[in-house]
């Protein structure tokens, strides 16, 4: 029996840094288990270009990579979601369509790079940090056997690595 695949949604305001990089961080190292998508309550248009910069260096396919709506992933034929990771302050605090399926939902903020002033290379550092903090949370996220988990263990579960300080 193959092995259950998960629709993953992570969401950032304006969906062009972080959650652009959780998106490719969880196609990548979720091998297929783990179906990604990134969205933004108000959508920047596109994506910054040292996210694409840094997901190219790091070996990530980004083809595709785009700045979209959250409402994409409500409207009837969006994949029905499993699991929701907001990665910055204000997708968290704002009120969030309702998503089919009841997918289970976590705070994992992440300073925002792209809100960095410098230079490029302030810029690039920034952009590291915030992906090497995202990969470690999804590392330990994929780590768990989320078919034995119930609902509220797991619940916390994410919570509490969505609380680890990188």
Known sequence: MSEKQ???LVLCTGNSARSILGEA???SLG???FIAHSAGSHPAGRVNPF???LL???GHNIAGLHSKSWDEFAAPGAPEL???FTVCDNAAGEVCPVWPGKPATAHWGIPDPAAVEG???AKRAAFKTAYSQLARRIQLFMSLPIKSLDKLTLKQKLGGIGRIQD
């Open 119 to 121: 230079s490029d290379e």
């Open 31 to 33: 091998k297929g288990r």
């Open 51 to 53: 996210a694409l910069e």
């Open 82 to 84: 499993d699991f929701i």
């Open 56 to 58: 190219q260096q790091q």
């Open 6 to 8: 998960y629709n993953v």
């Open 25 to 27: 961080l969880f196609n």
